[in-house]
């Protein structure tokens, strides 16, 4: 290669940038210690923006399209390199291109749980997350403020920054909105809206970028607060709690006499749901409307009974009575109560005598001889 040859391969003639990246925000042009020549092109793209920067001072700045470079359209770096009459010769100068597209898909949230007083719960810890694009307007400030020397600059250097002023700004706005935790929700765009609007305040003039778009995704309760709610919505939607445990009870008691192979734990199983029934039928009946005030109910002794062997109980005089009536248990069953001085079979029990279901009839007689 001639000495020609070799000087034109060290004077560069087209200064553009091709991006095919998704976040990158600035981007140096490689010249090293090559020098821009006279009447070199300048491209900029569609969403690019181009800053020359001589000797650490910022110069010229270009806006999209094709641009000779000379003294014409450098009027700034004409001034910084002392180019009084114009120049003939290779110039060095550092190229900054700026993207000044949207970049999306960036995500913001509350790295740790934000405390508030609500009117619903008092003081509760909220969460929340969502997304939002970025952009440069200023490219001077950016370059300034972030870039420094950087030869390519990111979204995602900045990223950090931009979420932790987010996580503050939201914790302002819910403090100084006061909205119930409970309604938040039904806010989000509003919400949104003035967040992006704050976080733009904080970001535009000192760092030369924009938000165009920010969205509050979710906000969320402790996990804790999230169950008790559920549950509580679980109550709503069963309504009549009463009635709920008469139809539990009842579809058990069903089961298990469906199944007359379960023994004695299925048998007292069955025996104290009757009772518990008995007494919730018996209290609902007192407070339905329209049947008037129920009488008062007797004094209510302590019983205890022993089924299969084993002792069941307390119940009341009336739940033994259901008991006897309904054949759950029998005459013979041994019952005790402190007003009794032993164990007594229910028979021989006043209180409990009445409740006692009518013996079956006999077998009928066997046909006659033929």
């Known amino acids: 290669m001639g000495l020609f040859d070799k000087l034109r391969a060290e004077l560069i003639d087209i200064v553009e940038w091709v991006d095919d990246s998704r976040h990158t925000l600035v981007w140096r042009f490689p010249r090293y210690h090559n020098q821009i020549k006279n009447g070199a092109q300048l491209i900029v793209r569609p969403g690019q923006v ?91 400030a950016l370059l300034t403020e972030l870039v420094g020397t950087d030869s390519e600059f990111d979204s995602d250097e900045i990223s950090e920054l931009l979420r932790s002023i987010m996580a503050t700004a939201f914790a302002d706005l819910v403090a100084e909105s006061k909205i119930a935790a409970l309604d938040l929700a039904s806010h989000y765009r ?84 009757g009772f518990a029934m008995a007494n919730q039928m018996v209290q609902g009946a007192g407070q339905a409307g329209g049947l008037g005030a129920a009488p008062p109910p007797p004094p209510n002794t302590s019983w205890h009974v022993v089924v299969d062997g084993q002792t069941q109980g307390p119940y009341t005089t009336q739940q033994l009575a259901q008991g006897l009536g309904g054949g759950q248990i029998s005459g013979s069953s041994l019952v005790w109560s402190p007003s009794l001085s032993g164990w007594t079979p229910a028979a021989q029990v006043p209180q409990l005598a009445g409740g006692l279901s009518a013996p079956p009839p006999p077998p009928p007689p066997p046909p006659p001889a033929g």
Do not use: C
């Open 190 to 273: 509003e919400l949104s809206e003035d967040l992006r609007k704050l976080v733009v305040e904080r970001v535009d003039d000192e760092y030369g970028l924009d938000i165009p778009q920010l969205y509050i995704v979710n906000i969320s309760l402790p996990e804790e607060v999230e169950r008790a709610m559920d549950t509580r919505s679980s109550m709503g939607v069963i309504g009549n709690m009463n009635q709920f445990q008469q139809y539990q009870m009842g579809q058990a008691m069903m089961a298990a006499a469906e199944n007359p192979a379960g023994g004695g734990a299925s048998e007292g199983m069955g025996l104290g749901m």
């Open 50 to 140: 181009a800053v020359f920067v001589h000797q650490g001072q910022l110069a010229d700045v270009f806006e999209p399209g094709q641009h000779t470079l000379a003294t014409a359209n450098l009027p700034i770096l004409s001034t910084l390199a002392g180019w009084k009459y114009g120049f003939d010769s290779p110039f060095k100068a550092e190229v900054y291109f700026v993207s000044t597209r949207q970049i999306t898909d960036m995500k913001w949230g509350t790295p740790n749980p934000i405390m508030l007083r609500d009117a619903d719960f008092g003081p509760i810890r909220l969460r929340a997350f969502g997304t939002y694009t970025l952009k440069a307007v200023e490219p001077k």
